[in-house]
């Protein structure tokens, strides 16, 4: 028997660009389902920064704006405070937010901007060719690692959630992971939540981090990326609600 998935009205008829196996597609359509679920499609605005996620619009069917590298959290600020009744959502990398936009992130958390945030860690520069990310893994390779990610050369893996979870500012932080059925699930569950969080009016930010694949760059095939989340990944950032 054919299986056919329904498609949302939020998440637009297109071919991906992404690479065979990128978790990207998967959060783009849990993001979609859960816009149009809560019926807020009209009132959406997202904000997507350069990295993988820059061409969030070409699936997304909402108000988009693209902003410079590491800069999202800084736009969608302007964006919600001018324009209140909307709910304003940044989409970003590991490259994105926990290097070059580490300090606006933490700012707008530590300033309870009433935002909702999706955070899709892969470990690795995946726009750019595969470079060590702050989320690398120790031992992880990347080109800018070829022996692996060492604690002595290049420092611990950033977890950015924990780091988050500790904000005044911040309403809700929950990690999840899109290695499987029951993972993509739960990142479902959790990203609507935040969403509804800024919808009921909550005084403060919430963030999803998303553990996601990138078969490309982890040089190793779509099924075994998602078991290295599994078995390895969630090692250094274990999935879970850690606010809210």
């Not at 297109?14 to 009209?42: F, K, M, N, W």
């Not at 935002?115 to 690398?136: C, D, K, R, S």
Request: charged share 20%; glycine share 12%; net charge positive.
């Amino acid at each position: 028997m054919k299986t056919v998935f329904a498609r949302t009205a939020v998440l637009k008829d297109c071919s991906t660009h992404y690479c065979p196996g990128c978790g990207h597609g998967i959060a783009h359509r849990l993001v979609a389902e859960a816009i149009d679920e809560l019926g807020i499609q009209g009132r959406t605005i997202g904000i997507a920064p350069v990295g993988c996620s820059v061409l969030l619009y070409d699936y997304i069917d909402v108000d988009c704006i693209e902003v410079a590298h590491g800069r999202a959290p800084a736009v969608a600020t302007g964006m919600k405070r001018t324009n209140p009744d909307k709910i304003v959502f940044s989409y970003q990398g590991d490259g994105d937010l926990a290097s070059i936009g580490a300090a606006e992130i933490l700012h707008a958390g530590h300033r309870g901007e009433q935002l909702t945030v999706i955070f899709i860690n892969n470990a690795v520069y995946g726009m750019t060719g595969g470079q060590m990310a702050p989320t690398t893994m120790l031992n992880q390779v990347t080109t800018t690692s070829p022996k692996g990610r060492s604690a002595v050369e290049q420092g611990y893996p950033l977890q950015v959630s924990e780091v988050m979870a500790v904000l005044p500012g911040v309403v809700y932080v929950e990690r999840t992971a899109l290695d499987g059925g029951a993972g993509v699930r739960k990142t479902k569950k959790a990203i609507k939540h935040a969403f509804e969080l800024q919808v009921e009016g909550a005084p403060g930010l919430a963030l999803v981090e998303v553990l996601s694949p990138c078969p490309t760059y982890w040089r190793m095939p779509p099924a075994k990326a998602m078991k290295r989340i599994r078995e390895e990944m969630s090692k250094f950032f274990p999935v879970g609600r850690l606010k809210g």
